[in-house]
């Protein structure tokens, strides 16, 4: 979980860095919204961790895919989050 946190931070790092090209470039300006949302994406899934981690893993991945080769981190948080969830699953079938 805490690999994709921190893609997460990685994430909000990379709309940081897109933000202070925008004062200067105006095709950053047209990217940011799109930063902005991709970041609420992949923040929304780690809302979501506790939950259903099948979804916040989809949800972190999806966030994250914008943010290439930062949200490379928050993938592999992810995966991790996805695998976990899917062993607990395995251990309930196994045990009914």
């Not at 943010?67 to 490379?72: A, E, M, Q, R, T």
């Given at each position: 979980?805490?690999?994709?946190?921190?893609?997460?931070?990685?994430?909000?790092?990379?709309?940081?860095?897109?933000?202070?090209?925008?004062?200067?470039?105006?095709?950053?300006?047209?990217?940011?919204?799109?930063a902005?949302?991709?970041?609420?994406i992949?923040?929304?899934?780690?809302?979501?961790?506790?939950?259903?981690?099948?979804?916040?893993?989809?949800?972190?991945?999806?966030?994250?895919?914008?943010?290439?080769?930062?949200?490379?981190?928050?993938?592999?948080?992810?995966?991790?989050?996805?695998?976990?969830?899917?062993?607990?699953?395995?251990?309930?079938?196994?045990?009914?």
């Amino acid at each position: 979980m805490g690999l994709a946190i921190g893609g997460v931070i990685a994430n909000w790092f990379g709309v940081l860095i897109i933000y202070i090209n925008s004062l200067q470039d105006e095709l950053y300006g047209i990217m940011l919204p799109i930063a902005c949302i991709f970041a609420l994406i992949s923040t929304v899934g780690i809302l979501f961790a506790g939950k259903n981690k099948k979804l916040a893993g989809t949800l972190i991945i999806t966030g994250s895919i914008l943010f290439v080769p930062l949200g490379l981190i928050g993938v592999f948080g992810a995966k991790k989050i996805i695998s976990l969830a899917n062993e607990a699953t395995l251990e309930e079938r196994r045990n009914s």
